[in-house]
């Protein structure tokens, strides 16, 4: 069976068959992982295990405790921000079975940050405490919450999209999860998450028949992979390796940092496809531009697996979707991320894109990828086709979580300078759907260029780096003047406001030494906005 043969298949078909790449047979997760199933979970947890999960450190704005320590509490998992998040014990049942013992926590970054109600992420270890417990094969449940997208849809289609592109990627499905708290809920209809397939030796096993390789889970490699010299430290705190590297496998990523970094051309064109897969990661940016996903390798540099396959070659593995769809609120509007680039997806320099693409080989090579990626699984009505299926499955569960979310009182979490909600007015996947491919039908054509991204947004009217626009929060500002005053705050909620402020820069003064704090308040009073820039 050809390799264009799978590019041809519908969404849905791809969701009942291995994704490319995939051995046939029966694999762990395949009766679950069905992008528009969705199981039922029921989670017991006793009111001191429950209690026992709320973080003891962390801030408004996710800065963590002062004076943490720089490994995680034992027994604790600490997250990007400093949060530490503690393991509790539970019971999980699914289809009247009940797995006792499992171990739950919450988990997520911002995502936690904005959750205001009982629906937050979480991850669970079925065989925390009971060696070889397992749902479908499946160890550990990834139980995305959703906050930043009404739909609850955009991180499964995305991920769908990225397999039927042929890119290795998780598997996905929905959960409705109920809850249980003796004495505080008994069986609360907690809400749907999106169940995300973990990238774990299974996985790695699954895609790549081996898992012997190393597997990194970078995080603010802004510009693309960094080099920092021949000193491994930096390494591993920036691109954190899930396990302990060989020897071997250290010098393999610090040599391919190196030759992305400073090789010349002429040794970066002859040696650069003996360490990367350069076809797969082709793929990989073409899914993630057309998807005009951001938050991603594109942008902030994390939300994305890097795994050094045992042929000694290196992989790029997608993460973290629930900002695709042009809902990344640092890249400007909506409607401006729909026009995004495809063939500088970018912001500012990323020297593995940019020396991949300046070759001339290559650059055909990514057209002829983004070509057939369109005609295919990106197109409008395979797309749509997919979103039909999503949606009809999910139209009960959101109904019960909205109504219980309300007898709750709760109300719809988001913090941040964005309005309306968690990051503001964002697409339905529907739209985008709809929008997207004409867009880029039109850059592939000729008669558009579509939009680079540049500091803080696209520069364009409206946008949050353009004329007309809210313009780019300053460092650490939790909500600038020209938002207070397009939510006409009140006098005494500015003062509020104000004094929030003052409790941050307190907390960032605890956390910084009095170098990297004068430093930072350099940055503040002197450069508007932050992240990656045009060079």
């Known amino acids: ?17 291995p994704a490319l790449g995939e051995p046939k047979g029966t694999n762990a997760g395949d009766a679950v992982f069905k992008t528009a199933n969705v199981v039922g979970l029921h989670l017991r947890l006793e009111t001191k295990e429950f209690a026992k999960m709320v973080p003891a450190g962390g801030g408004f704005g996710g800065f963590g405790p002062p004076g943490a320590p720089k490994t995680p509490t034992p027994g604790t998992h600490r997250n990007t921000f400093g949060i530490e998040f503690p393991w509790a014990r539970g019971e999980l049942t ?20 904005a959750s205001r109600g009982l629906k937050k992420s979480l991850k669970i270890n079925l065989g925390r405490h009971r060696e070889g417990q397992k749902l479908d094969g499946v160890k550990t449940l990834n139980l995305n919450c959703g906050v930043t997208d009404p739909s609850n849809a955009r991180e499964a ?20 999860l109920t809850l249980t708290v003796p004495g505080k809920y008994n069986k609360e209809c907690v809400g749907v998450y999106t169940l995300v397939e973990p990238v774990d ?37 920036r691109y954190r390796p899930k396990g302990e590297p060989t020897p071997a496998q ?46 991603s390798f594109l942008a902030f540099g994390h939300n994305y697996y890097l795994y050094l396959r045992p042929d000694d070659r290196f992989v790029f593995i997608p993460w973290d979707l629930d900002l695709s769809l042009a809902a990344w609120p640092a890249g400007g509007t909506p409607e401006q991320q729909l026009e995004l680039s495809v063939m500088h997806p970018h912001a500012g320099q990323n020297k593995l894109i940019d ?11 990514y057209r002829k990828v983004l070509e057939e990626l369109t005609a295919g699984p990106f197109a409008k009505a395979k797309l749509l086709k997919e979103v039909d299926a999503v949606e009809a499955a999910l139209k009960g569960p959101l ?26 007015a964002s697409l339905p996947p529907r739209a985008f759907f709809e929008k997207r491919p004409k867009a880029v ?95």
Do not use: C
């Open 441 to 535: 039908a039109a850059q592939l054509a000729g008669k558009s260029k579509g939009l680079v991204p540049a500091v803080f947004g696209f520069g364009r009217p409206g946008g949050f780096g353009g004329p007309g626009g809210l313009g780019p929060p300053r460092i650490g500002e939790v909500m600038p003047g020209p938002v207070q005053d397009r939510l006409k705050l009140r006098v005494e909620q500015k003062r509020q406001m104000a004094e929030l402020q003052k409790e941050v820069e307190a907390k960032i003064q605890k956390v910084l030494t009095a170098e990297q704090f004068a430093e930072w308040k350099k940055l503040r009073e002197g450069r508007p906005g932050f992240g990656p820039g045009r060079p």
């Open 355 to 365: 020396r991949l693409l300046a070759t001339k080989e290559v650059n055909a090579k």
């Open 201 to 237: 030796k299974r996985f790695l096993r699954r895609h790549f028949k081996g898992s012997e390789g190393m597997l990194l889970k970078p995080e603010g490699l802004q510009g693309g992979l960094q080099h920092f010299g021949d000193d491994w430290k930096p390494y591993a705190d």
């Open 1 to 17: 069976m050809s390799r264009g043969f799978w590019l041809l298949l519908p969404l849905t078909a791809l969701a009942a068959t």
């Open 399 to 424: 109904a019960r979580e909205k109504k219980a979310a309300a007898a709750r009182k709760e109300k719809a979490g988001g913090v941040g300078p964005f309005g309306g909600g968690v990051f503001g």
């Open 250 to 295: 250290k010098k393999r990523l610090i040599e391919f940092t190196r030759l992305v970094h400073s090789a010349p051309e002429v040794q970066f064109r002859k040696e650069v496809a003996s360490f990367l897969d350069v076809d797969a990661f082709l793929r990989f940016l073409a899914a993630n531009a057309l998807l005009s996903n951001l938050d």
């Open 94 to 113: 699914h289809e009247g079975k009940a797995l006792e013992a499992v171990g739950v926590r919450y988990k997520g970054n911002f995502t936690y940050v």
């Open 157 to 176: 289609l995305s991920f769908a999209f990225f397999r039927a592109a042929g890119v290795s990627a998780s598997r996905t499905a929905f959960a409705e």
